[in-house]
């Protein structure tokens, strides 16, 4: 298996929430990564939408696999979503990428988008990286 | 039952991801909240601290019932997150208050804090509130 | 002129922080903005770098006139930035793009480089669009 | 002059922004500072408001002073800021405190108000710690 790939394993493996949300981590290149998740009734909120926390967590299970993917350990230290459209069924994709990368510091964007296509949630996130390697 | 009893009832029953992962909304007041979780193991991510997803949406549930205490429907239109400390074990508390509200927009604070006190995570979430009541 | 560069000049004309911090707005398209300032002694904050108030007021002004491309007026309700890299000296440049747009929130992404084209601050704006015209 | 007021004296002095665009810190405490700001022509944008990139600064300088009152150097890595009123004339007043402090990172909320006490924007910030010391 080449590195992204053991990324992507070791995520898919190791991250329970995403486990337990069914959430699954399609792909993870060089700062990048895509999730996906079909929504069912659990992931509702009060108004029978994608709750926020459902979408949240998905933006950032492909965020952490893309910040991890040259598998040094990185930490999130912020996020910012804003919820544009309704999240109402079917399946919904993140896409990570890498907008910019300090000595320290990186900052990705992540868009969720729905069936059709459209992006439903725009997400920021910063993370910290670390120097020490991930257990892949 | 008072107003913010029936906004607390409310969610707590219809709230469908806050049931699944065992988030209990604690209280309701004017313009605030506060929801409770006992963290278990699927609530974590691949390091086996709380899951940035866990804590956000315990965030943001206490966000929603606060700015829908007043019994009008509001929407969640953007919410930031910032994680000082890791979630470990434990209860995990959410606090939310209302910081600012105009005519149409307004914004909350959360303070997401574990068993000793500490405050792991600081949220901010801004909502756009209607006309329409809940359908309590 | 066309609808987009009325859009420019009506920035350039009317946004007084931008003149007076010495912002050129260079380019406006279908939502889409670009913006420039040269770094000056007045820009910078307490350790000789660029101001967090100046990299924001960039972005911002570049934000702004792609939010309002259209013509149609949009009132930003939310901000998020990150800062990767410090900003030194030289010419600072945001390029702001839509990333999603409902029936009355869009969200915008601004990346905004330094002068050997490195990312040092990533933006994500959300707006509320009205009904109204600008008085272009 | 104790730790703070050398604090606050050093921030006064040396950031050039806050002094081009006439900003004033009022005060330093521990964890906390208080920034004021007389709005003029200069500070709006095309609507004749105060300009985000205004309000933005002036909680900025609040927030920076409140993050380095220990008189340990702090670098601002994420900033969000959510408008709910305008800012339409008068004085804007910037109150900073600390949320939450972890072993190098910290958070810090701050509320900008109008003449009339209330609360015209929310804005949450993000330090990371360093161990050197300010010049003061």
Redesign the interface.
Known sequence: MDKHERVRA??SR????????GMELVSVGRGTATAKLKLR??????AGLA????V??LA??AF?AAANSSGKMA???????????PGESGVLTAVARE????SR???Y?V?VSDDSG?????F?G?V?RKRDDLPL
């Open positions: 070791f995520f190791n991250d329970k929430l995403a486990g337990y949300l009734d659990i992931h509702m909120n009060a709750h926020g926390g459902t949240f967590s950032d299970f952490g930490l999130g230290v912020n996020m910012s979503i804003s919820f544009i459209k907008v910019s990368a300090g510091l990186a900052s964007a868009e459209q992006v439903i949630a725009a920021q910063l910290y």
